[in-house]
């Protein structure tokens, strides 16, 4: 799905109440406020026609800046597609706010848009991911490459198996670590965490 600028319900509230305690953790989170200034985060350009989406993996492409263009960063991402490898794997897509939303709801940035990414290496960081399977935290993240033919994983979702069928999957373990224990399914999607730089 392409994103549209779709923001929820046309003409529904934006928020219906308050709580006193911080709410649930949305895909594409920093787990910790204290990591965001040590964390290594990149602005970069979404090149994809589909967009990237909050919380799911994405690859990179290093571009060249135009002449004197200094405020161009020189990487675009896009989803994992058939062949990816870990070498190409960029980062996660951070939530945002000002994100936009496609039609299901589904947070991300269109094409042309910038992005803000955790990158896996140096610092690292600990970010929210929506899981469909039961985690452990000694379990090894996989990505999602290539959709399942059930249509439960989509390029860029994490998960602790690569046995769907139909789908492909590559495993992070060597740059990142479940952080958090979790029961998701298909229909009930669960919260996890996963941590890089740390293995």
């Known amino acids: 799905m392409t994103m549209t600028g779709y923001r929820g319900a046309v003409g529904g509230s934006i928020q219906t109440n308050y709580t006193d305690q911080p709410g649930r953790g949305v895909p594409g989170m920093m787990a910790y406020v204290s ?3 040590i964390a290594n985060i ?26 004197g263009d200094l405020n161009t960063p020189a990487l675009s991402v896009g989803p994992p597609a058939s062949g ?27 094409d042309g848009k910038y992005a803000r990414i955790l990158r896996p290496k140096r610092q690292g960081g600990t970010v929210m991911v929506k899981v469909f399977d ?8 996989y990505m999602c ?10 390029p860029g979702d994490f998960t602790n198996q690569n046995t ?10 060597t740059i990142a670590t479940w952080r958090m224990a979790a029961v998701g399914t298909s229909a009930a999607p669960a919260i996890s965490m996963i941590e890089f730089g740390v293995v």
């Open 42 to 67: 990149m602005s970069v350009v979404v090149d994809s026609a589909n967009g990237v989406y909050a919380g799911r993996g994405v690859i990179k492409t290093w571009i060249t800046p135009g002449t």
């Open 164 to 173: 769907a069928s139909g789908g492909t999957f590559i495993s992070l373990a």
């Open 35 to 37: 990591e965001e200034g």
């Open 145 to 154: 490459t290539v959709a399942d033919t059930a249509g439960v994983y989509a």
């Open 84 to 110: 990816s490898a870990i070498a190409d794997f960029a980062g996660t897509v951070l939530f945002d706010e000002g994100m936009q939303s496609d039609t299901a709801g589904l947070n991300g940035w269109a």
């Open 134 to 141: 039961t985690i452990a935290v000694t379990d090894t993240v």
